[in-house]
Antibody
Framework: EVQLVESGGGLVQPGGSLRLSCAAS????????MSWVRQAPGKGLEWVAN????????YYVDSVKGRFTISRDNAKNSLYLQMNSLRAEDTAVYYC??????????????WGQGTLVTVSS | EIVMTQSPATLSVSPGDRATLSCRAS??????LAWYQQKPGQAPRLLIY???TRATGIPARFSGSGSGTEFTLTISSLQSEDFAVYYC??????????FGGGTKVEIK
């Protein structure tokens, strides 16, 4: 069974840092693009970042550029999101989601269950 | 950035009726469009990709159509488990990958 399990969310003060992890299983992790997608409370979906299979390409939504870093460890079947200089508007459920093997097919399937990040003093 | 606009924001439908959801792109995305279903407290689930191809395990009552800038998701006969929020997403021209604001399908 293909599975993605996020962890690392929690309450953090504005300006603080947090590192999210996503453990993948049931598929060849190193063969797929991977993404982080977030959803603020009561709001819609927003793509945050993605990373190519070998980590050689990384892309970010403008609002997180320079603050967030996506990375992966194919040996550990894991995806990460390092979040620095956190703001209240970063408060959201963060989902890990699998893309496909090719860059042009970047829809998301499956998704993890999500981890909640709350930025508040 | 390609802006995706979904309409209506809320759709009230009776069980067994047809539901038609719209998604419009600010510029052509060819057929590079996906649809997702999200139920309360759950992660989104892929329904459709390539504008019209059902994902694995998705019932035939879900169908997608359109290309360019205008897309439609149709649920032919709404079941109780179909009441949810539906999102479209373009993957033609990115970054960024962009979603529509969602359509909530509620019981009439």
């Amino acid at each position: 069974e293909v599975q993605l399990v996020e962890s690392g969310g929690g309450l953090v003060q504005p300006g603080g840092s947090l590192r999210l992890s996503c453990a993948a299983s049931g598929f060849t992790f190193s063969s797929y693009w991977m993404s982080w997608v977030r959803q603020a409370p009561g709001k819609g979906l927003e793509w945050v970042a993605n990373i190519k299979q070998d980590g050689s390409e990384k892309y970010y939504v403008d609002s997180v550029k320079g603050r967030f870093t996506i990375s992966r460890d194919n040996a550990k079947n894991s995806l990460y999101l390092q979040m620095n200089s956190l703001r209240a508007e970063d408060t959201a459920v963060y989902y890990c989601a699998r893309g496909l093997e090719l860059r042009q097919y970047n829809w998301f399937d499956p998704w993890g269950q999500g981890t909640l990040v709350t930025v508040s003093s | 950035e390609i802006v995706m606009t979904q309409s209506p924001a809320t759709l009230s439908v009776s069980p067994g009726d047809r539901a038609t959801l719209s998604c419009r792109a600010s510029q052509s995305v060819s057929s590079n469009l996906a649809w997702y279903q999200q139920k309360p407290g759950q992660a989104p689930r892929l329904l459709i990709y390539g504008a019209s191809t059902r994902a694995t395990g998705i019932p035939a009552r879900f169908s997608g159509s359109g290309s360019g800038t205008e897309f439609t998701l149709t649920i032919s006969s709404l079941q109780s488990e179909d009441f949810a929020v539906y999102y479209c997403q373009q993957y033609n021209n990115w970054p960024p990958l962009t979603f529509g604001g969602g359509t909530k399908v509620e019981i009439k």
